[in-house]
């Protein structure tokens, strides 16, 4: 059948995987980085996006192409097309203030049940709030808002502001998915459709939803990207942008997580913990929920389910960081901590580095407790580091399964799921069989199904990536120690 391509721009990267679209067998990939940060122009993604593909051999024999990003960055644009401000992303927390105001105008248990979840600081909804209240010149200037899979996805059509969109900028062409919309904060998992009342309560400005062929006429409304369907061609991408070739498809593209779960295969009963930049557990389940205490946000995903998630901001940078204090490489930093006992003989770490969204503490630090000077050894350190990161993702999911989802089976990936120390260690802190896939780009992967999808109509059954299973060894005592610690921390 060809090839299909699936685009991963993450927080730090950009990744292009060319897969055979009859086997899901990888032809080739490519790859460009992101500069830190927890803003950036997004004419940076693009171009990292251009050299991605580069690397990648360009698109040559690719028949459909989706893209997947980074969840909640928010992306102003003006009538013209261009970017009004640097994109603000998921781990900028300067809006938690915003959060905590729309929490206290609308009341938690109302705002779950509106968009399946209780806004923080990540979400696009509380960026918005703040630049309202911020920098109100640029909030009268917006004529749309879109997401960052959104904002690629419109540029490889072929639009843009003038001189860099041969098509230029129309701004009701702008598409989303409903897993990417879903964790805007202003789109409900139940009802599909987003809550433009909702928007208008948090940006002061009244939103309708782009309708392509539409005469554009100011009507002082900001535009949201249209919702296209999972399997949903959203146009072709623009030959400029595909090297010439002509009449590659699009799909709908999806959040970086909704697509992870597509690359793994994820059904229901199954649970995913990501140990990336950002630590995330989610299950797919086939009905929406709420939690009205906010540790839970019930997205949607890219297949027609849900996916109820949970996430922290600490995970593998908890690892480097304890590496690099202890003077050693990962590799060692594994070594060390499977040279401790399950536990850490007491020792536990609280890993609340850059603070932390589960729980919502956007200005805690992070904290070491029981040590003694019998216990402070560098093999408990860095053994304590490694649970310490499982535990706070373990605690996000002990509230899904609270929402009433099963889990059947743990899926561990990201690059720190390669550890020995922490494959071993999510064993004895989960009471869940756990299974490590081979590593890959799973979210890139996850984009490639949805472009097979889109070309064939039929969701791809690819076979399953090579799995490793670590010997269940659940130790309660773990969670115990590090839940007694941990609740004593609010700031």
Request: proline letters at 6%.
């Amino acid at each position: 059948m060809g090839l299909v391509a699936g685009i991963d721009s993450s927080t730090q990267s950009c990744k292009v995987a060319v897969l055979d679209s009859g086997t899901g067998a990888l032809v080739r990939s490519g790859k460009a980085a992101h500069p830190d940060g927890t803003e950036i122009d997004p004419s940076l993604w693009w171009e990292a996006l251009l050299e991605a593909v580069a690397d990648a051999g360009g698109l040559e024999g690719v028949s459909a192409l989706s893209v997947a990003g980074q969840q909640h960055g928010m992306v102003l644009l003006d009538a013209s097309g261009n970017v009004l401000r640097p994109a603000l992303l998921w781990n900028d927390t300067r809006s938690a203030p915003a959060a905590n105001d729309l929490v206290a105008e609308l009341g938690a248990a109302e705002l779950a049940a509106r968009c399946g979840s209780v806004p923080v600081a990540s979400f696009t909804i509380t960026k918005l709030r703040w630049v309202r209240d911020n920098e109100p010149g640029i909030a009268r200037r917006v004529a749309a808002v879109a997401l960052p899979h959104d904002w690629l996805a419109w540029r490889l059509r072929g639009y843009g502001p003038a001189g860099h969109g041969p098509l230029g900028p129309d701004l009701e062409e702008l598409t989303t998915d409903r897993s990417d919309a879903s964790g805007t904060g202003y789109w409900s998992p139940r009802l599909e459709d987003y809550d433009v009342e909702l928007f208008g309560h948090a940006f002061g400005r009244a939103a309708r939803v782009a309708s392509p062929g539409r005469f554009r006429q100011d009507d002082g409304h900001v535009i949201l990207p249209r919702v296209a369907g999972p399997a949903e061609t959203t146009g072709t991408i623009h030959p400029t942008h595909a090297g010439g070739f002509d009449g590659i498809r699009l799909g709908a593209g999806a959040g970086d997580n909704a697509a992870g779960a597509l690359g793994l295969g994820a059904m229901s009963g199954d649970v995913v913990v990501s140990l990336g930049t950002s630590g995330t557990v989610y299950a797919v389940t086939d009905s929406p929920g709420a939690d009205d205490t906010g540790t839970v946000a019930v997205f949607a995903d890219a297949s027609g389910a849900y996916l109820p998630i949970s996430v922290t901001l600490n995970a593998a940078r908890v690892l480097g960081t304890t590496a690099s204090l202890l003077g050693i490489d990962l590799e060692r930093f594994s070594e060390l901590a499977l040279a401790a006992e399950p536990g850490s003989d007491g020792v536990v770490l609280v890993p609340y580095f850059e603070g932390e969204r589960t729980p919502n503490l956007p200005d805690a630090t992070a904290s070491f407790h029981g040590l003694s000077l019998a216990s402070t050894t560098r093999e408990n350190v860095a053994r304590a580091a490694v649970e310490g990161m499982l535990c706070s993702l373990a605690v996000g999911l002990d509230a899904i399964l609270r929402q009433g989802v099963t889990a059947k089976r743990l899926l561990l990936i990201g690059g720190a799921a390669q550890s020995p120390a922490v494959q071993a260690a999510t064993a004895q802190v989960f009471d869940v069989p756990v299974q490590v896939p081979a590593p890959g780009e799973y979210v890139a992967r996850g984009a490639a199904v949805q472009a097979a999808w889109a070309l064939s109509g039929i969701r791809p059954e690819w076979p399953h990536p090579g799995l490793a299973a670590p010997e269940p060894d659940h130790r309660p005592a773990i969670r115990e120690r590090y839940n007694t610690a941990a609740e004593g921390i609010r700031f």
